[in-house]
């Protein structure tokens, strides 16, 4: 069954640390499509992020990283240097297969979310 | 500004009612999602649409229900409300419906059911 896990439920530092949010999926597909979304205190959900199943190069824009491991089913955000504006739930998520008849569109099945909160 | 509409963005109602949020996708998107945000559930997959069609269904209760206009603009019905309906609803709209777009969400509407 498909799953996401994001055991870290709130995660406090102070301004200039950096900080690792954890992502663990669950699939049965071989192809799937990974994606990080930012939910601040105002309340919508930004994208950040897609990757897909067969590409694991790590990606890195500005502050922000992530390292994508299939050996782990892993896919982690890190965030250098933290700023106070970073402070928000960030979610993990994950949408599989092909586009086809019998495919189940492209729903995205969310992890629980990390609450960030970044100090001053 | 991700470019999706919702209206209400807030809306509070009683009991037994039935309320109608609506969405208007990203100029260019042809498919529509819904999904619901609780704090004991989280957010969950509700329904999706492309080009005016059912594409995928999540654990959508039976007094729920959308659709997708010509113009495609969605409509999400929730009839016989409960307390446990109170949630913010949001709208997301993808280029294609394929699972290897990325999503963009509108504002969301917070359902408060009394």
């Known amino acids: 069954a498909q799953k996401v896990t994001q055991a870290q439920t709130e995660i406090s530092v102070v301004e200039k640390e950096d900080v690792t949010l954890d992502c663990v999926y669950e699939t049965r597909d071989t192809t799937y499509y990974l994606f990080w979304y930012k939910q601040p205190p105002s309340g919508e959900l930004v994208f950040l992020i897609r990757r897909n199943s067969f590409d694991e190069q790590n990606e890195i824009s500005g502050r922000y990283s992530w390292n994508f491991q299939k050996s782990t089913s892993s896919f982690n955000f890190t965030i250098t240097a933290s700023q106070v504006v970073d402070s928000a739930v960030y979610f993990c998520a994950l949408s599989e297969g092909d586009w086809g008849p019998y495919n189940q569109g492209g729903k995205l099945i969310f992890g629980q979310g990390t609450e960030l909160s970044v100090k001053p | 500004d991700s470019g999706v509409t919702q209206t209400p963005k807030h809306l509070i109602t009683a009991t037994g009612q039935r309320v109608t949020l609506r969405c208007s996708p990203r100029s260019g998107d042809l498919s529509v999602y819904w999904y619901q945000q609780s704090l004991d559930q989280g957010l969950q997959f509700l329904i999706q649409y492309y080009n005016g069609e059912e594409r995928a269904k999540g654990n959508i209760l039976e007094r729920f229900s959308a659709q997708q206009f010509p113009d495609l603009h969605s409509e999400l019905n929730l009839s016989s409300l409960e307390l446990g309906d109170s949630a913010l609803y949001f709208c997301?709209?993808?280029?294609?419906?394929?699972?290897?777009?990325?999503?963009?969400f509108g504002p969301g509407t917070r359902l408060t059911v009394t």
């Open positions: 997301a709209s993808s280029q294609t419906g394929q699972p290897s777009y990325e999503q963009y």
